[in-house]
């Protein structure tokens, strides 16, 4: 099986694009084109008739260096595909651009996950609809420090719990059963915690220090829970976005290099998860 993965440490992130009127600017290619945050909270750029490249471009520089903030992970999708494509392109300080989507047509939600050119300072990100008529929607874009790969576990179990209102009826067998509800998917990951395994401690910048701790990045995840909105899992079964709601770890005496640690993390969304398939929610 492959190592479950977790993101950390945000540089830049944008999800609801509820600022996007103050914060962004539309620039038409002389056609039809209608953009902004749709009722899914996924931000839209529409074109209904084409002239010419369209795009969404960031007014504020976003100013966060791609030494710290090297990696980028962006969901997107186009409606319809075919010749319809879409791209989204990184601009530097220095007016250098990397592209990041290139030219691409997805009917189901795609994540790219992109290692950003190194000594440079990211400003700008342009979302861009081209070619023909048609609809890019991006879910998110998260600039991050990196994705923290799990060396070690020994079980990630997975909860879904439906809610039903179940009304005791007399002389009845069995209780009428009514459904009311969800609760988002929880995954307990438990396992150990060796010093001596690799990759416990996370390298620092460029130098060679490492993490004073092991599992360390697990700590400040649930330290930074107040100023990061969510975190990006991913696994064999499952991609989404999640909280880390708790996290145990615990040293044995007896074993001084190894420490057992338990962590509980629920699934994310701003809106109401009916509003995607099962394939979509989990990023199968």
Not at 75 to 99: H, L, W
Not at 144 to 172: A, D, H, I
Request: proline share 3%; hydrophobic share 35%.
């Amino acid at each position: 099986m492959t190592a479950p993965t977790i993101t950390y440490g945000h540089g830049f992130i944008n999800d609801t694009w509820a600022n996007y009127t103050d914060d962004y600017t539309l620039t038409d290619g002389g056609g039809t084109v209608t953009a902004g945050p749709n009722s899914s909270r996924d931000l839209s750029l529409n074109i209904t008739a084409y002239t010419g490249t369209a795009n969404i471009v960031n007014d504020t520089d976003i100013d966060i260096s791609t030494v710290t903030y090297p990696k980028a992970l962006i969901r997107y999708r186009t409606i319809p595909t075919g010749t319809y494509k879409a791209s989204i392109v990184a601009e530097f300080s220095d007016a250098s651009t990397q592209t990041l989507v290139t030219d691409t047509a997805v009917t189901d939600w795609t994540l790219a996950n992109v290692t950003l050119t190194t000594a440079k300072t990211l400003d700008h990100l342009y979302i861009y609809g081209k070619n023909d008529e048609g609809e890019v929607q991006v879910d998110f874009i998260l600039v991050c420090k990196g994705q923290f790969t799990f060396p070690q576990y020994t079980k990630l179990s997975w909860s879904m719990r439906n809610r039903y209102n179940n009304t005791e009826v007399p002389s009845r067998l069995g209780r009428r059963k009514s459904w009311t509800g969800a609760d988002e998917t929880v995954i307990v990951i438990d396992g150990d915690i060796d010093d001596g395994r690799d990759g416990w401690k996370r390298p620092v910048g460029t130098t060679s220090k490492t993490d004073v701790l092991a599992a360390q990045v697990l700590n400040e995840i649930h330290h930074n829970a107040s100023t990061e909105i969510w975190q990006y899992f991913t696994s064999d079964r499952a991609n989404l976005k999640v909280v880390m709601e708790n996290l145990d770890i615990t040293e044995d005496p007896e074993q001084p290099f190894l420490a057992s640690f338990n962590t509980v993390l629920s699934e994310y969304s701003d809106s109401n998860l009916t509003k995607y398939t099962l394939t979509q929610r989990l990023g199968l």
